[in-house]
């Protein structure tokens, strides 16, 4: 599942303006139905998202949930953490580093 949240979009249809800020919202049932089994309440942080938005400087500035902070939050055990690693996955891939 991937859906993209334009706020620029959305605050411009407002008469409102903000500069370029998309949301990324992407999940995998296989991946985070057993996060949720585990723990119901990460539920409320899946799917992931990525944000993007321009700050005024050259190129995008790239934003996600920290997968420490969520495997901290929900105690979740090393063996769990994968499927959390995903933004920094995708973002590393676009970024080629």
Known sequence: ???VVDHAAAADK???SMPATQVII???PQAGTPLMQARPEIAIDLPMRV?????????SLITWQDPAYLAQRYGLGDDQLAPLNAPAKIVSAIDGR
């Open 1 to 3: 599942m991937v859906a």
């Open 14 to 16: 407002a008469g409102l």
């Open 26 to 28: 992407f999940g995998n």
């Open 51 to 59: 944000m993007v938005r321009d700050d005024g400087q050259p190129g």
